[in-house]
């Protein structure tokens, strides 16, 4: 079993920034690619990034390249996700998720593990 938490969320202006953290627990941490999802009110959760489990390679949803930047610390069982240039359509609850498989993946269906979420919320 895997455990995924993340932090870093909060109230931010438009045109700021804000990094996220997601700390795992549990087997083989660095054999698993990880993924950030979001989620806003009435709108289904959405693909935002990931990373392989090795770090050396990454996706982006269109929506955020050029803005956000997902990196990977194994020692520290950590995953972050940098946010650059916020706009207020960035609003939403934004998940960590782990997949077994270690390749990228972009879909829900490929996750297998998911953290609680947590709230970013950018300012007009």
């Known amino acids: 079993q895997v455990q995924l938490v993340e932090s870093g969320g909060g109230l931010v202006q438009a045109g700021g920034s804000l990094r996220l953290s997601c700390l795992a627990s549990g087997r083989s941490f660095s054999r698993l690619a990880m993924g950030w999802f979001r989620q806003a009110p009435g709108k289904e959760r959405e693909f935002v990034a990931a990373?392989?489990?090795?770090?050396?390679?990454?996706k982006y949803a269109d929506s955020v390249k050029g803005r956000f930047t997902i990196s990977r610390d194994n020692a520290k069982n950590t995953v972050y996700l940098q946010m650059n240039s916020l706009k207020p359509e960035d609003t939403a609850v934004y998940y960590c998720?782990?997949?077994?498989?270690?390749?990228?993946?972009?879909?829900?269906?490929?996750?297998?593990?998911w953290g609680q979420g947590t709230q970013v919320t950018v300012s007009s």
């Open positions: 998720a782990g997949n077994i498989l270690g390749g990228l993946a972009t879909t829900i269906k490929e996750y297998e593990y």
């Open positions: 990373i392989r489990w090795s770090g050396d390679g990454t």
